[in-house]
């Protein structure tokens, strides 16, 4: 998708009709990609419908300043453990009726990938939800698997995926869940791991089942469509399949193998992928089958998309499917080519990790402050007395032209006109012929020639293409009290876009525009991408910021993958986390609270010992007092500040 430029500019500009929530509805596409879950109140606040437009409904904003009332202060990461049980329940109940309207004679096993999102309360929830529908789980290492065995102990029943790289202490610890009645599968990525496999088998007497993990001939769609085709990371060729086959028939060990795997990649966008690269997992699974293996499962990975921005199209942050449909197709054509070929239907696993928990978590922040071009505009009683100052450099007099001569028909010439000398401008005072206060004067002026025509843009008919970046330039910058290297890494690294909202005054028209930035110490700490009605915008619609008053925003649909990904960028930890249990009547509850990093433990993590920082410090005041700096009440006043420093929030309080 190209990006594209918000209508609602910096400055002026008012709709004619009086603004509604359902302006600021479609305004922020929250129909479109909230969908059932959130919405717009009647107050103008967000809402969140953890079970659905049937159940409660919270208001998102009560709900941040509840919290800090409770002295939990944005930013704050916010779990809704009913909407991941909602999730569940649909991807269940999507796949459930699929197999009933085709006729499809195996059974149905979601598995939830622990990488997603690795927080052990979420973890231990998608455990004990999984109870009720049957759900699995799955590993990509050593350390997730030693994870899993432990919580997965009242359960023994509950299928275990192994993926991932796996050496030789990773196959023991296979072994010995084996061993301890754990219902798991070792799933090979590459022919080495099968040796390991056979050779602890041998050594320990412990058969375990075994999986293997096929690269399909054709690569996904997507921004991961890497993750299948001939260059994936991960998975065997049917050349390697093959020797794998022979091999455990050659070891006695053939009925051990069960599953057959792939993966189509992260945030598959097009169903036609889907479609295409099931047929062919069915093909070779039929096949297997012929070989004499005795396969049962069939997983068809990862990859169910979330719809970020609601346009409904195979964009990379999009998808042009239904939950409905993806599972329509993975059992349909499963079943057409078992069917044909005269094979038993298999039961049918999915790893679908972003659409079980995307949902599930919020990002509130608040904005500290903005910086604004139309700050330092030039009024007419200012140019009238620039005209009349014979003091008044030429190129200040050019610039003062170019404003004056701003009009719906003048537009582009005044904008070039504007460039020419503010260029002539800088030069001057590059080579020492401008003052200072005549060179910021020219910067107000050119600014004040790009607002005045950006005044325009909305009722010009067509936008020349020079002028199209203009409402970006003269946008806000408002400053949000997060990291997006922390809490939205995935901004940063792949260019993923989330929903960005206030989460408040949505009664009320929003006149400005602005990129938001974090509060690290660098230039890649912005978000300068929002979802639009057909594509991207560079500003996101904003209100003005009122003196004294909180003005707050939110990202949604960030519980996968961020929470984990997250840096220490300028040694600003992990925000606050709660998960919120919400009773039938709207209210809520704080049913479990994180608290954020503090500083001396982000310290800690890279070998600072606050103990000694606070030593220092301290032998500091001691030298200051005995030289006369300051008082012993000074000093012991500063230590404690230093103190209550160390051990507090590593954000702005």
């Given at each position: 998708?190209s990006e594209?430029h918000?209508t609602?500019?910096?400055?002026e500009?008012s709709s004619?009709?009086?603004?509604?929530t359902?302006d600021?509805?479609?305004l922020?596409q929250?129909?479109?990609?909230?969908?059932?879950?959130?919405e717009?109140g009647?107050?103008g606040?967000v809402?969140?419908m953890?079970?659905g437009?049937?159940g409660p409904?919270?208001?998102?904003?009560?709900?941040?300043?509840?919290?800090?009332?409770?002295g939990?202060?944005?930013?704050v990461?916010?779990?809704?453990?009913?909407?991941l049980?909602?999730r569940m329940?649909?991807l269940?109940r999507a796949f459930?009726?699929?197999?009933?309207e085709?006729?499809y004679r195996?059974?149905y096993?979601p598995v939830?990938?622990?990488?997603?999102?690795q927080?052990?309360?979420?973890?231990?929830?998608?455990?004990r939800?999984?109870?009720?529908?049957g759900?699995g789980?799955e590993v990509g290492?050593?350390?997730e698997l030693?994870?899993?065995m432990?919580?997965?102990?009242e359960?023994p029943?509950?299928?275990?995926?192994?993926?991932?790289?796996k050496?030789?202490q990773?196959i023991?610890?296979?072994?010995?869940?084996?061993?301890?009645?754990?219902n798991?599968?070792?799933?090979i990525?590459n022919?080495s791991?099968?040796?390991?496999?056979?050779?602890?088998a041998?050594?320990t007497?412990i058969t375990?089942?075994i999986?293997i993990?096929?690269k399909?001939?054709?690569a996904?769609?997507?921004?991961?469509?890497?993750?299948s085709?001939?260059?994936?990371?991960?998975?065997?060729?049917i050349p390697?399949?093959l020797?794998?086959?022979?091999r455990?028939?050659?070891?006695g060990m053939?009925?051990?193998l069960?599953l057959?795997?792939c993966?189509?990649g992260s945030?598959?966008?097009d169903?036609q992928?889907?479609?295409s690269?099931?047929t062919?997992?069915?093909?070779?699974f039929?096949?297997?089958?012929?070989?004499?293996t005795?396969?049962t499962?069939?997983?068809?990975?990862?990859g169910?998309g979330?719809?970020?921005d609601?346009?409904?199209t195979?964009?990379?942050f999009?998808t042009n499917?239904?939950?409905?449909?993806y599972?329509?197709?993975?059992?349909?054509r499963?079943q057409?080519?078992c069917?044909?070929?005269?094979?038993?239907?298999?039961e049918i696993?999915?790893?679908?990790?972003?659409a079980?928990?995307s949902?599930?978590?919020?990002?509130a922040?608040?904005?500290?402050?903005?910086?604004?071009?139309?700050?330092?505009?030039?009024s007419?009683e200012?140019l009238?007395?620039?005209k009349?100052?014979p003091?008044?450099?030429?190129v200040?007099s050019d610039?003062?032209d170019a404003?004056?001569?701003?009009?719906p028909?003048?537009a582009?010439?005044?904008?070039?006109d504007?460039?020419?000398a503010h260029?002539?401008?800088?030069?001057l005072?590059?080579v020492?012929?401008l003052?200072?206060?005549?060179r910021?004067l020219?910067?107000?002026l050119y600014?004040?020639?790009?607002l005045?025509?950006?005044a325009?843009l909305?009722q010009?008919?067509?936008i020349p293409?020079?002028?199209g970046?203009?409402?970006s330039?003269l946008?806000?910058?408002?400053y949000?009290n997060f990291?997006?290297?922390q809490?939205?890494?995935?901004?940063w690294?792949i260019?993923q876009?989330?929903?960005v909202?206030?989460?408040?005054r949505l009664d009320?028209?929003?006149?400005?525009g602005?990129?938001?930035?974090?509060?690290?110490?660098?230039s890649?700490?912005q978000?300068?991408r929002f979802?639009?009605?057909?594509?991207?915008?560079?500003?996101?619609?904003?209100?003005e910021l009122r003196?004294?008053?909180?003005y707050?925003?939110a990202a949604?649909l960030v519980?996968?993958?961020?929470e984990?990904?997250?840096?220490?960028?300028n040694l600003?930890g992990?925000t606050h986390l709660?998960?919120?249990a919400v009773?039938?009547?709207?209210?809520w509850?704080v049913e479990?609270l994180v608290?954020?990093?503090?500083?001396?433990?982000?310290l800690?993590?890279?070998?600072?010992?606050h103990?000694w920082l606070?030593?220092?410090?301290?032998?500091?005041c001691?030298?200051?007092?005995r030289?006369?700096r300051?008082t012993p009440a000074?000093?012991?006043?500063?230590?404690?500040?230093?103190?209550?420093?160390?051990t507090?929030?590593?954000?702005l309080e």
């Open positions: 998708m594209k918000a609602t500019n910096s400055g500009g004619r009709l009086p603004w509604t359902a600021a509805a479609r922020y929250i129909g479109a990609w909230g969908g059932d879950t959130f717009i009647s107050n606040h809402l969140v953890p079970r437009p049937e409904r919270v208001d998102l904003y009560e709900l941040v300043t509840g919290l800090e009332e409770r939990i202060n944005t930013p990461l916010i779990g809704f453990p009913d909407l049980a909602r329940q649909l269940r459930d009726d699929a197999i009933g085709c006729g195996g059974a096993t939830y990938p622990i990488k997603v999102n927080h052990r309360y979420l973890v231990e929830k998608v455990e939800l999984g109870r009720d529908i759900a789980l290492s050593k350390p030693l994870a899993v432990g919580m997965t102990s359960t029943g509950r299928l275990i995926i192994c993926n991932g790289f050496e030789a990773y023991h610890q296979v072994m010995r869940a084996t061993q301890l009645g754990r798991i599968i070792a799933v990525e022919i791991e099968l040796e390991v496999i056979l050779q602890e041998q050594t007497g375990p089942r999986g993990r096929v399909l001939s054709r996904g769609s997507g921004r991961w469509h890497q993750s085709g001939e260059k994936a990371k991960f998975g065997l060729t390697g399949i020797e794998v086959v022979s455990l028939k050659e070891t053939l009925d051990r069960a057959l795997h993966h189509m945030q598959i966008t169903i992928v889907v479609n690269g099931i062919e997992l069915a093909q070779i039929v096949q297997l089958q012929k070989l004499g005795q396969l499962y069939i997983d068809v990975g990862g169910i979330i719809d970020y609601g346009s409904q195979a964009w990379d999009s499917y239904s939950l409905n449909e599972a329509m197709t993975v059992v349909y499963i057409s080519v069917d044909e070929a005269g094979i038993e239907h298999p696993l999915t790893e679908a990790g972003r079980l928990v949902h599930h978590s919020i990002l922040f608040n904005v500290l402050g903005a910086a604004r071009a139309d700050r330092w505009i030039v007419s200012e009238g007395f620039l009349n100052d003091s008044t450099p030429r200040i610039l003062i404003v004056e001569r701003v009009g028909d003048t582009l010439e005044s904008y070039h504007a460039v020419q260029d002539e401008a800088l030069t005072f590059t020492g012929h003052e200072i206060a005549h910021g020219a910067d107000r600014w004040t020639v790009c005045k025509i950006n325009l909305d010009a008919g067509q293409d020079e002028l970046d203009l409402q330039k946008s806000d910058t408002m949000c990291s997006i290297f809490s939205l890494p995935d901004t690294a260019h876009v989330f929903p909202m206030p989460i408040h009320e028209e929003p006149t400005r602005a990129t938001l930035a974090d509060i690290t110490c660098d890649d700490g978000i300068d979802i639009n009605v057909q594509d991207t915008t560079s500003i996101l619609p904003v209100h003196p004294g008053e909180p707050f925003l949604f519980g996968a993958y961020q984990t990904l997250g840096d220490l960028h600003f992990d709660v998960h919120i009773d039938d009547d709207g209210s509850s479990e608290e954020g990093d503090t500083v001396d433990e982000v800690s993590y890279l070998q600072y010992d103990r606070y030593q220092a410090i301290r032998r500091d001691e030298r200051a007092v030289a006369g300051m000074e000093s012991r006043a500063l230590l404690a500040d230093y103190n209550r420093g160390l507090g929030y590593t954000y």
